[in-house]
């Protein structure tokens, strides 16, 4: 069964969608206000950015900001959210081929047709339209989101852990188990020498 694939009449505004988006302050919900009177994409053939916005993951039904909307605020993280999303999104390409992404535009477009079936002209949209998404994303790995702590820090931490502890915690302790072999047929005198040669070891 053919696949169906996101694509925009006009994808022209993309590359400033994000680019605004980043800037911007995050909105409750995002509407053709917010689109128009915020980011200052008003005409009527932006409107559809909304609904790509919710395909690709970034707003949900209600148009409410998701988590993944908030890595778009982060200009590190932004373009690895965009193609996380776009991997979503268009994941029947990518069952097809994993580097659909690095694809030519001839070769995208013989992929597309492929796997959705579609003709010349819807073809021609949706490798546009993804084509102006690859433009703002990243695939080659996200960065780490956690800072590596000092091993100073590390160390410190370390020590004041061992320092609170009190008798209750965990402490290294080290028994020795000694054994001696007593001749079974030695005098008294004998045994006298052998412990008193033990306790001077251990004094």
Known sequence: MPATLPYLASYKNLGP????????????????RFLADTLGLKSTSDRPF???LRTLGFIDASGKPTPEYDSLKNPD????????AIRRAYAPLFAAN??????SVD????????VAGTDETMTKRIALTLGALLKVARFDGAPTTTPE??????LDESETTTRGQGTDGLQPEFHYNIQIHLPSNASEETYINIFNAVRKVFR
Do not use: C, W
């Not at 993280?77 to 996380?84: E, L, Q, S, T």
């Not at 070769?107 to 492929?114: C, D, E």
């Not at 702590?149 to 590390?154: Q, S």
């Open 107 to 114: 070769q995208l477009k013989g992929l597309i047709s492929q």
């Open 149 to 154: 702590r000092p091993p100073e820090a590390e």
């Open 77 to 84: 993280r932004a373009p690895y959210a965009v193609g996380a």
């Open 98 to 103: 994993e580097n659909a992404h690095a694809l």
């Open 17 to 32: 969608l994000f680019a605004r988006i980043q800037s911007a302050r995050r909105p409750d919900t995002f509407s053709t």
């Open 50 to 52: 909304i609904s790509l």
